[in-house]
Each structure stands twice: as C-alpha cells, then as structure tokens.
C-alpha cells in the first residue's frame, strides 16, 4: 500500500517538474540563461557554478534520508499502538497520511536545498563555505530517526 503511494506521489512530482521545466523554456529569451544566473564568481578570474556535483550529492542524500525516516516511520505507526511521531511540526503531516507527509517532505528539502544555493553562491565567505551545514545536520537527524525506527521494528 505504502509503495503503491510512493510511486503515485514520485510520478507526480515528476510530473511537476517536467512541465515547470517545459514551461520556463519558452521564456528563456527574456530571462539570463541559468548558467549565469548561477555562476559565483571564484577568486582569480575563473568562475564555478553553484549547481556542481557537490550540491546535488547533498541534495539526493538529504531526499534519501527524509525518503527512509518518513517510510519507516509509517511502519512503526502502522503495527505499534503506542507509538507516535515525536516530532511536533511533522505530526500534523503524519496523522494525514503518507502522501502528505512524502509531499511535505520533497518541498522541505527542496526549500532547504534552495537557500543551500543561495549561500553557495553568496559573495560572503562565510556562507559559501557553510552551505553544506544546513543539509548534512537534516541527513544525520534523518538518519538518526530512521535507525530509531527500524530499532522500535526489532
């Protein structure tokens, strides 16, 4: 049942981001390519993009934490009576099901991966330095959460 939700809602954002994507490219003459929208200015006269392979590791292992935690977190619902989600701002998501909560999860990440973007590509030092602070602190407390629960499934 789970993974049946899992698939719709995978194919949904999907579906999502194909047509946003489709529909940012008819109007690419008007705005600066993403290349340039994106590119941070490095010491010396080179340039790196923001987008490199860093950010997007990041990325899919923050989307594979949350992914874990929420998935064995609708196991240790569905067969403990007792147990309940912990976490106040993510219950709410929780009591309305797996797809809400999947849903909510993607555009957390997404929202965070996104100020990760905007630190990585800020002139501050400081930020383009700590961009990977606020992802690697979700994953290790995703990560933690899920072993958590894969103990209270034992």
């Known amino acids: 049942m789970v993974g049946l939700q899992l698939r719709r ?17 008819q109007e690419r003459a008007e705005l600066p390519t993403r290349e340039d929208a994106l590119r941070v200015p490095a010491t010396g006269e080179t340039s790196s993009t923001v987008l490199d392979r860093k950010f997007w590791l990041a990325a ?12 064995s ?15 106040p701002f993510v219950a709410p ?3 309305r099901g797996p797809g809400v909560t999947y849903t909510a999860g993607l555009l957390f990440d997404a929202g965070v991966m996104t100020v990760a973007a ?7 030092t400081w ?10 602190t979700l994953i290790a407390g995703n990560s ?8 209270l499934l034992k």
Do not use: Q
């Open 127 to 136: 930020m383009r330095r700590t961009w990977w602070v606020g992802p690697a």
């Open 93 to 95: 998501f929780v009591r």
């Open 73 to 87: 977190t609708f196991d240790v619902v569905g067969t403990c009576n007792t147990c309940r989600e912990a976490n």
């Open 60 to 71: 899919a292992g923050l989307n594979t934490a949350m992914l874990l935690d929420t998935w």
């Open 9 to 25: 809602l995978l194919t949904a954002t999907l579906l999502v981001l194909a047509t946003a994507a489709a529909g940012l490219a």
């Open 118 to 124: 905007k630190m990585k590509g800020s002139s501050g």
């Open 144 to 151: 933690i959460a899920y072993r958590h629960n894969i103990t």
